[in-house]
Nanobody
Framework: QVQLVESGGGLVQPGGSLRLSCAVS????????LGWFRQAPGKEREYLVA????????YVEDFVKGRFIISSDRAKEMVYLQMNNVKVEDTAVYYC???????????????WGPGTQVTVSS
């Protein structure tokens, strides 16, 4: 059973940076993928980024492209979300999880962690 635990959230000023971490266990890296999504109160879930466990190739949704970067360390069983030039509208709970499909309307998460709160405010 895949278990994921996010960390690194907190309060950050607009224009600042934050790196979220996700500890992964029970995950088979080969032929599987991990990703991040977020959800703000009263809003729908937004899918952000994904990374292949096989070759490290990443996918980034257009609306965060150039600001958010996903990376992974297979040896440490960690996946990261680097958030740069953050905006107030990035405020949300961020979740990492195992994805079985990503991109456009194909996003499907089959498991995810408890989430970490990110608040962007001056």
């Amino acid at each position: 059973q895949v278990q994921l635990v996010e960390s690194g959230g907190g309060l950050v000023q607009p224009g600042g940076s934050l790196r979220l971490s996700c500890a992964v266990s029970g995950f088979t890296w080969e032929y599987n993928a991990l990703g991040w999504f977020r959800q703000a109160p009263g809003k729908e879930r937004e899918y952000l980024v994904a990374i292949s466990g096989t070759d490290g190739r990443s996918y980034v949704e257009d609306f965060v492209k150039g600001r958010f970067i996903i990376s992974s360390d297979r040896a440490k069983e960690m996946v990261y979300l680097q958030m740069n030039n953050v905006k107030v509208e990035d405020t949300a709970v961020y979740y990492c999880g195992q994805v079985t499909g990503y991109g456009g309307t194909s996003w499907t998460f089959c498991s995810w962690g408890p989430g970490t709160q990110v608040t962007v405010s001056s």
